[in-house]
């Protein structure tokens, strides 16, 4: 049910769209007393509230006793007595992209979320909030970074979850090979080209690994990531040699369906050239 076009609720409608069924949209709503918040906890599937940038502690209190999916895309600071109670959320998805800092005490309140953490907001991650965040078990979204130092990517390699770096558009070697320690899917679709340094490093990653940005791929970054163990996606990749398909042919995890249509579809006709007498 898509409302966005309110800007403010009575605690009346808000009671009853609390016993609303399926997904509730309020993104245009800028504020959200105490009591709204409190009738609107009983809707049990998704709720947007993307356009509210300031919650009470006790509002949010509220906000996180509901279930499936949250999003406050608009909020931009979190309180650690809030952050303690969003932290103990047990929806699937939890939204907080508009928060662009944290500190290390709402960090360590946030990794005890364990499922789909969006924090795309972020444009910077000191060291000691990658270690909070990397305690997680949760899907981890960080889309808005841009830059990787090592000293992050070493700190995140603890990370016992998915992470999400596809604002990333470069990697060195050494943050590849911190990334690939991770024990959870890995999605770097930002990266565009994939150098065989950082395609050595990343073959020895264990789960998924999207790397939907890579175009082409040397004969070598082929061969390395065909060593990879998990699913591998390489949607946008078009440019490979007979080789370097070959090579990928060989890669043990759901593959076929993750490669380029074309790409796969002009290797089959070549195939079937051959083939004929």
């Known amino acids: 049910l898509c409302l966005n076009g309110l800007k403010r609720i009575s605690v009346e409608d808000s009671g009853l769209l609390g016993r609303h ?25 998704g709720l947007f509230l ?15 006793s509901s279930r499936d999916e949250l999003w406050l895309e608009g909020l931009k600071s979190l309180s650690d007595t809030a952050a303690k ?5 047990k929806g699937e998805m939890l939204g907080l992209s508009g ?19 969006f924090l795309d907001g972020l444009r ?7 270690e909070a965040l990397a305690k ?31 604002g990333l558009t470069a990697l060195s070697p050494a943050v590849a090979k911190h990334l ?9 679709n930002g990266l565009v080209e994939v150098t065989d340094e950082v395609a050595e ?42 080789v370097g398909y070959q090579a990928l042919q060989q890669h043990d995890g759901e593959l076929a369906h993750c490669l380029n249509d074309q790409l796969v579809e002009a290797r089959q006709a070549a195939a079937e050239q051959g083939n004929q007498p």
Not at 107 to 116: I, P, T, V
């Open 50 to 64: 993307c356009g509210i940038s300031a919650l009470s502690d006790r509002a949010l209190m509220f906000l996180a």
């Open 124 to 130: 910077d991650l000191p060291v000691a909030i990658a």
């Open 201 to 242: 490093a990343l073959g020895r990653h264990r789960g998924e690994l999207w790397l939907d940005g890579v175009t082409a791929l040397s004969d070598a970054a082929a061969k390395s990531l065909a060593k990879h163990v998990g699913d591998l996606s390489l949607r946008r990749l078009v440019t490979l040699s007979d």
């Open 136 to 166: 997680s078990k949760a899907l981890i979204s960080l889309h808005g970074l841009t830059l990787l130092p090592t000293d992050v990517a070493e700190a995140l390699a603890k990370h016992r979850g998915a992470l999400n770096l596809s």
């Open 21 to 45: 069924k399926g997904a509730l949209g309020l993104d245009g709503l800028e504020e959200l007393p105490d009591d709204v918040a409190e009738a609107l906890a009983n809707q049990q599937s």
């Open 99 to 117: 928060l662009e800092v944290l500190s290390v005490s709402v960090a360590k309140q946030l990794a005890r979320y364990s499922g789909h953490l």
């Open 180 to 188: 690939a320690q991770i024990d959870g899917d890995l999605y770097l």
């Open 85 to 89: 109670a969003v932290g103990k959320y």
